[in-house]
């Protein structure tokens, strides 16, 4: 089997993702000729969250010598998001993710003909997650599938079109109402899964039918959502690579707002909202517990191989956070992000930073390469570990002195001595109001950890 590939960039790993894609399309890929056959623009993609329906339709036997034609419909629900294909060079492009006000900018994308079918063939990689999009594109359209390996066989279906600026279709334009403001939120009114009601703020900004915000929950927030209001429906929708939202609600006499929220494929319940600007969720620095009065004591493998431990000589005698995280949760990317910002701009600062990573990946080798990546590509200026396999009996059993592990992140503030001196559950990030008040309080607790 043969690869020619016109990409200098592109690394063997994602050479060795398409295998999978050349053995279903049953040929060898030629990569042996140019990006400009992917038109540059807006695109309007689809994930199809239940799939096409397929179907058999009989056709008039006169015509179709009794052959029945399969045909496929589309699935009820379906998730839409825009993207943009950007030539940087005409050789090489990128595809930018729009979700509100945030672009995810993909430089990693593998572009071929397979000579077997003449069809051209695509994998879009989300190196930050390990999750790729497979297509054959064809004349301004997609066609395939979006794949997260690290959750098994899991694919959605997947399509897009050339030259759609709209993410939903909006059929009436005139709104029953403005849906700008604060909105107190209720998920898991209808559960199928056992879990309890989980209390959230929405936050809406509305102008025409056109409608972006966010939900704040206690443990985080749903990021940079987009989408209408039309008539009396609303729908919102994200997708970054790893995380696919789609929230569709109808707007009622009484004011409240009732729909369902769907996470991909595996995940659905029911939420409410009712416009409330006083509302407010417990305060993130109340939610956790410290039960034990003792210095943390751990020694975890490091994204470049060392293992680490807070008795290491650059964290004695420093104030150090410490960051639970993992590489698949959205809000801790934000929170990464935020770190990384923070302290490139505070070089000066004693105060050590550890991330502590808890991953799906059954393999030890396989996650510490994940975390190097990840680590490269958000630009970490400290360290990032390898805590264990995601659960939260693991994550509280390296931190005995926590009573639990209520989020992913949750963010613990070690004094000189390295006792644990405050400790805050969740982050709301750039897309929430909460964001600015986040910022002025840890400046606050760095101030706090770093004296005598």
Known sequence: MCIKSTISYLKSKFILALIPLILLMGGCLSFDHTYEQLPPGMWRGVLYLDGRVEKIIPFEKKLYNKQDVMKYQPGKHQLPFLFEVKYLEPDSFVIVIHNGEERIVLDQVTYGRDPMTARDTLLIAFPLYDTYIHAVHDQGMMEGYWEVPARGDYKIEFDAQYGKKSRFEVKNAHPVADLTGKWKTRFGIEDSTGKSIEYAIGEFRQQGSHLTGTFMTETGDYRYLEGVVDGDQMRLS?????????????????????????????????????????????????????????????????????????????????????????????????????????????????????????????????????????KERMGMPYTLVLGGKLSRDAAIQAFPQLNHIMSYPTMLYLDRTHRIRFVHTGFSGPATSAYPEFKRDFEEKVKEISKP
């Open 238 to 374: 994200a997708f970054d690579g790893l995380h696919a939202f789609l929230f569709e609600a109808r707007l009622y006499g009484d004011g409240s707002l009732q729909g369902t929220f769907r996470s991909g494929k595996h995940y659905t319940t029911q939420w409410d909202a009712v416009h409330d600007e006083e509302f407010e969720l417990r305060d993130p620095d109340t939610l956790t517990k410290v039960v034990r009065e003792l210095p943390l004591e751990f020694r975890f493998p490091a994204s470049d191989g060392r293992r680490v431990s807070l008795e290491d000589p650059p964290f004695q005698g420093k104030p150090v956070i410490i960051q639970i995280m993992g590489t698949w949760c959205p809000n801790c990317r934000d929170e990464s992000a935020f770190l990384a910002e923070y302290f490139k701009a505070h070089p000066s600062s004693d105060v050590q930073v550890i991330a502590t990573a808890f991953e799906k990946y059954e393999d030890t080798t396989r996650a510490l390469q994940h975390l190097q990546l990840y």
